[in-house]
């Protein structure tokens, strides 16, 4: 179903302006992704067993499944995709489908014929899920999947790139900020929705996405003609690019493949090129990797 992800690349399938897309093909010519690059979904859960996903998730090298042992010794019992701090285990399970959406636009196993493409075909999903199907993500449980991804990259060597965060809200505080910016000291570029309500980050603050960090890019959404989505927030110096995010199509509960619309659906566009380049560029620097974002842009 490629030739229905218009914000990959926009022939004019659904009635909007040819180009006004992301120019993956393009990028493609050059590289698909590296199985070596993970990258971290901060978000309601991954469903770890989509056909489209399955293949493309990160599995902890240090843990046995099922054994009731922390077998890695950091602290979590069988978290073998990732964690559910929001729940206060291990297992990062979608209940909701946001969260399997988002991670189907940044890693679904690209030419496999089935489904939907990544943004990367081949690179692996960390599942830090912070919510159930019943609402938001805690602050407490963002900072704990920070906390959880630099352990991993600098304590046991998994080579987390960045992460993806499609939440937000206008409350900000100073220990989120801190998880944020040692994620980002770790090496880990923070990529951020600007949120739905059609605002003015500038004007009203809204975080994560909206911290005075350079190593956040902070994401409005776009539609197939390259405007910006009527319901995206924006902000001249607290949003740095805007993305796809109207009509797009990727994974859902179930094994399924659906439509959602936000800047939650944006900025795993971007969180995606950032694990493409940085896979293409081992080694490269958060600042590097969002200069040659926001310049290509
Ligand atoms: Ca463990
Ligand atoms: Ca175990
Ligand atoms: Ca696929």
Do not use: C
């Amino acid at each position: 179903r490629f030739s229905e992800q218009w914000g990959f690349n926009n022939t004019g399938q659904t009635g909007g302006t040819p180009d006004a897309d992301i120019d993956l093909p393009e990028a493609w010519d050059n590289f698909t992704g590296s199985n070596k690059t993970v990258i971290a979904i901060v978000d309601t859960g991954v469903d770890y067993n989509h056909p489209d996903l399955r293949a493309n998730m990160w599995v902890n090298p240090g843990e046995i499944a099922g054994d009731g042992i922390d077998n890695d010794g950091n602290g979590y019992i069988d978290d073998i995709y990732g964690i559910d701090p929001g729940s206060g285990d291990s297992d990062p399970m979608d209940e909701d489908g946001h969260g399997t959406h988002v991670a189907g636009t940044t890693s679904a196993v690209g030419n496999n014929g089935v489904g939907v493409s990544g943004v990367n075909w081949n690179a692996k999903i960390m599942a830090l899920k912070g919510a159930d199907a019943s609402g938001g993500l805690p602050q407490s449980a963002t900072i704990e999947a920070m906390g959880y991804m630099v352990t991993m990259k600098t304590r046991y060597g998994v080579n987390i790139v960045v992460s993806n965060n499609s939440y937000g809200g206008l409350g900000g505080s100073q220990a989120s900020r801190d998880a944020i910016a040692a994620s980002i000291g770790a090496g880990i570029v923070f990529v951020a929705a600007a949120g739905n309500s059609g605002t003015d980050n500038d004007v009203i603050g809204s975080y994560p996405a909206g911290y005075d960090l350079p190593g956040i890019i902070a994401v409005a959404a776009t539609d197939d003609n390259d405007r910006l989505a009527g319901f995206s927030q924006y902000g001249l110096t607290t949003v740095d690019v805007g993305a796809p995010g109207v009509a797009i199509l990727s994974t859902t509960l179930g094994g399924g493949y659906g439509l959602l619309q936000g800047t939650s659906m944006a900025s795993p566009h971007v969180a995606g090129v950032v694990g493409l380049l940085a896979g293409a560029v081992p080694g490269a620097s958060v600042a590097s990797l969002k200069s040659a974002i926001l310049l290509g842009a």
